[in-house]
């Protein structure tokens, strides 16, 4: 494998070197097989979320994507909405009324 461009770039006094604009916000992967010697390419980094990426989620989130594609949301009305039981016991519309409001004031 050989050097098809090399240019000498100066470590600047904060330890950053600039790669150009044409790198501008992208992720690089820097690796040092020897003292001295660096490696850098760029990189698509993968976040903790890797099961996002594995083949059943990825087909289940296009599944989901596809159904909220052809199901767009419509107004509703909170007071015509069934209520939920808890614990078995069917929930008045005061109370969920009173919990709807302390969740939106906790989002505000």
Not at 21 to 30: D, P, T
Not at 47 to 55: G, N
Not at 63 to 86: G, Q
């Amino acid at each position: 494998m050989g050097l098809v461009d090399a240019v000498v770039k100066s470590v600047g006094q904060s330890g950053q070197i600039s790669l150009g604009k044409e790198y501008a916000g992208r992720q690089v992967l820097v690796e040092t097989p020897t003292k001295g010697v660096w490696i850098i390419r760029t990189a698509t980094i993968v976040p903790d979320e890797v099961w996002l990426h594995e083949d059943e989620t990825k087909k289940k989130l296009k599944s989901a994507l596809a159904w909220a594609t052809k199901n767009p949301p419509k107004s509703s009305d909170p007071d015509r909405l069934p209520l939920k039981r808890i614990n078995g016991a069917k929930q008045d519309k005061s109370s969920a009324r009173s919990k709807q409001s302390r969740v939106s004031k906790k989002l505000d």
